[in-house]
Each structure stands twice: as C-alpha cells, then as structure tokens.
C-alpha cells in the first residue's frame, strides 16, 4: 500500500512563499502521475496542480497558475509544491495524492491514495 507523507505547511503573509513536499513509499511512484489538491473549510476538494509520471506534462488550476510550480524526482519518490506570490484565498489544507494510472487527472476519483493533508494558512 503506497503512503504519502506531506510537510512543509505553515503560516505565511500574503505574498509570500512555501515549499510543500510528498514523500511516498511506493518504488512505483514514478509509473503514476502525482497532484495536488486543497480544501479550504466548507468547501469541496479541488484540484490545484498535477504531473503526469514522467514530468513532461504539468496541469494547473487557473488561480494558481503562474504562481505555483510543481515538480517531481522519481528517484527520490518525492514530489514538490512550490507556492509563491501567496494569497489569503490559498489557504486550505493541501494534500498530495497519488494518480490511478500515469496521466493526469483533475477529479478527485483520478487519485487513489493521499496523504495526511498539510495546512497552509496566508494571512493578509
């Protein structure tokens, strides 16, 4: 069974920057796309960013895009979120999961294993 493990969350001003990281057990990793989503309170999960397994096809959600980054190393079985230019509306908690087969996916039925969720709090 494939765990994920997030970190990097926190509290940040609006404006500023955070890293997030997904660690994941499964030597498979690499064969599936990974993403990012978030849910912020009372609102449903959304899709924020996604990689397909290979790295070469990156998808982002249009109120992230241009701000957000998101990268992967298949050796590492890990992958990142690069948060900048941070908005008070991108506070929720993130979550990494991992795709159902290499493409990418933007619902939350195309992933089948998540992470813990890591909070990300922007203050304005």
């Known amino acids: 069974q494939v765990q994920l493990v997030e970190s990097g969350g926190g509290l940040v001003q609006a404006g500023g920057s955070l890293r997030l990281s997904c660690a994941a057990s499964e030597r498979t990793f690499s064969r599936y796309a990974m993403g990012w989503l978030r849910q912020a309170p009372g609102k449903e999960r959304e899709f924020v960013t996604a990689s397909s397994w290979s790295a070469g096809d990156t998808y982002y959600a249009d109120s992230v895009k241009g701000r957000f980054t998101i990268s992967r190393d298949n050796a590492k079985n890990t992958v990142y979120l690069q948060m900048n230019s941070l908005k008070p509306e991108d506070t929720a908690v993130y979550y990494c999961?991992?795709?159902?087969?290499?493409?990418?996916?933007?619902?939350?039925?195309?992933?089948?294993?998540w992470g813990q969720g890591t909070q990300v709090t922007v203050s304005s």
């Open positions: 999961a991992k795709g159902v087969s290499l493409r990418v996916g933007f619902k939350v039925i195309d992933y089948d294993y």
